[in-house]
């Protein structure tokens, strides 16, 4: 086992390649091996759900260098930045508002409209991450449903040749994965336990976490869309638009018309997922423009990532309540 502390030069130069061709890469933080991808390339990021195997697209922390590279894509409340400041880098997430412009995948944060983001404390998590110029989409390195990694043998067990790369780090030091918080201006939620204490956190916070069961309630009205939904309503498993419906294609369902995208014209459920998020917003602004009175989806074939398209789909097709 490798100490952490060594960086490879010609092994990070060939990592940072696989990243921006939109390859995945291992690579150890402070917490646990994360599974990393160009946070920035829709398809990267859908690889990375494929390959942990994942039934629902949960959304996924996005690794930055430090606080200004995080601010080209959230917005930071005074709070936000206290936190940031006193405990990055290291194994604090912060959940907060996405840019609008932001750059980030929407796949990456599952459609919400916030982020999770974190500058890493270790070295090799950091060198990629400046090395590839990019922010790093990573969930913990192990197939949905396991235990997260701590070592690269933990990897190399749970997603063998499924990676481009592993960078072996050795052990990680912390070895429990960062505590999440969610930061709407002054309110702060725990979401997650994890490495950075409660106690630590509300000596900088001054005041006592909010529970998380709260985060899930609108603090105000329109603040909290919890999981993107159309405002154009959803209708699944169609194979064709009504008159006046836009239509989310996949293969040969494509529904003809101005007002139809097709996922993945050759039924490829990777480039589906990829396309996913962007392609809902896009019918939805669309439907608002021309009048549409909704969107209507073909169906998914339940296999690979098609059940987690399936899973969103179901959920943006929901009843609001
Ligand atoms: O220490 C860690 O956090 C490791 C290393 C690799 O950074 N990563 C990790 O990622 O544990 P993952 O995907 O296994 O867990 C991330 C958690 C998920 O439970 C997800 O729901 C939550 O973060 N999360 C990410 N973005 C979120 C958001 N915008 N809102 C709420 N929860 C979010
Ligand atoms: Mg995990």
């Known amino acids: 086992m490798k100490p952490m502390n060594i960086i490879d030069e010609a092994e990070l130069h060939a990592a940072s390649d696989i990243i921006c061709d939109g390859g995945l890469v291992a690579m150890p933080t402070e917490t646990v091996y994360g599974l990393a991808a160009d946070a920035t390339n ?9 390959v942990k195997g994942r039934p629902q697209f949960n959304p996924l922390i996005v690794h930055v260098a430090d606080q200004e590279m995080a601010a080209r894509y959230v917005e930071f409340s005074s709070m936000a930045e206290k936190l940031s ?25 599952a459609g919400l409209d916030t982020l999770g983001v974190r500058a890493p404390n270790h070295q090799i998590a950091q060198a990629l991450i400046k090395a590839a110029d990019r922010p790093l989409a990573a969930p913990s ?18 997603l063998g040749d499924k990676v481009d790369m592993i960078l072996d780090g050795g052990p990680c030091p912390v070895g429990v ?14 979401l997650r336990p994890g490495g950075v204490s409660r106690t630590d956190l509300e000596r900088v916070v001054g005041a006592a976490l909010l529970d998380a069961r709260d985060a899930a309630k609108p603090q105000a009205p329109g603040m909290l869309a919890s999981h993107y939904a159309p405002r154009a309503g959803l209708r699944l498993n169609a194979s064709a638009p009504a008159p006046g419906e836009a239509f989310l294609g996949f293969g040969d369902i494509c529904g003809d018309g101005p007002h139809a995208l097709n996922l993945s014209a050759r039924g490829d459920l990777t480039e589906a997922a990829a396309n996913l998020f962007a392609y809902l917003h896009a019918l939805d602004r669309m439907s608002a423009t021309h009048g549409l009175k909704g969107i209507a989806a073909a169906p998914i074939p339940m296999e690979g990532l ?15 309540s």
């Open 42 to 50: 829709d398809k990267a990021v859908a690889k990375i759900f494929e």
């Open 85 to 109: 400041q006193a405990f990055w880098p290291g194994a604090l997430t912060l959940v907060l508002p996405r840019k609008a412009a932001s750059a980030i995948s929407l796949l990456a944060s």
């Open 141 to 158: 390195a192990n197939p949905s449903g396991t235990i997260s990694p701590t070592t690269a043998d933990h990897v190399r067990e749970g």
């Open 177 to 190: 994965e960062s505590t999440i918080m969610k930061v709407n201006d002054d309110d702060v939620f725990l």
């Open 306 to 320: 098609g059940e987690a398209i399936n899973d969103r789909l179901a959920r943006a097709a929901a009843p609001r």
